[in-house]
């Protein structure tokens, strides 16, 4: 086995080690309970606004996607 080899079998079992310990971490600090929630946050900062969720200004024609 050459160095080259070495080197890249060493990296991945490192980057597989990091991604087990996030992947243990979200786990254990509750980042995949109720992932459903997430979605309805945007709704219960707008319902209560004047413009009831309503953008209050059109974007500039510099700002518009010309496609």
């Given at each position: 086995?050459?160095?080259?080899?070495?080197?890249?079998?060493?990296?991945?079992?490192?980057?597989?080690?990091?991604?087990?310990?996030?992947?243990?971490?979200?786990?254990?600090?509750?980042?995949?309970k109720?992932?459903?929630?997430?979605?309805?946050?945007?709704?219960?900062?707008?319902?209560?606004?004047?413009?009831?969720?309503?953008?209050?200004?059109?974007?500039?024609?510099?700002?518009?996607?010309v496609?």
């Open positions: 086995m050459d160095e080259a080899t070495l080197a890249l079998v060493i990296m991945s079992i490192a980057l597989f080690l990091i991604f087990v310990g996030f992947l243990f971490w979200g786990i254990k600090s509750g980042q995949f109720n992932s459903e929630e997430a979605k309805y946050i945007l709704f219960k900062h707008t319902a209560g606004t004047p413009s009831e969720g309503k953008p209050t200004s059109t974007p500039k024609e510099s700002e518009k996607n496609f």
